[in-house]
């Protein structure tokens, strides 16, 4: 439960930014951002 509730908040903040700035960011840029942090916080690194 724990990497569930460090996921959301490492992919929580930059998705509210975008959504506050009107999606000036493109997705995959996002994602290129976010997921290492994510695949590190759940072991997969």
């Known amino acids: 439960m724990a990497d ?3 996921i ?3 992919s929580a ?3 509210a930014d975008q ?3 009107g999606g000036t960011m ?3 840029e996002l994602e290129h951002i976010v997921l290492p ?3 590190r916080a ?3 690194r």
Do not use: S, V
């Open 19 to 21: 959504a506050a700035r």
């Open 4 to 6: 569930a509730w460090a």
């Open 37 to 39: 942090f994510i695949t």
């Open 26 to 28: 493109p997705r995959e």
């Open 8 to 10: 959301f908040y490492l």
């Open 13 to 15: 903040g930059p998705t």
């Open 42 to 44: 759940i072991g997969l």
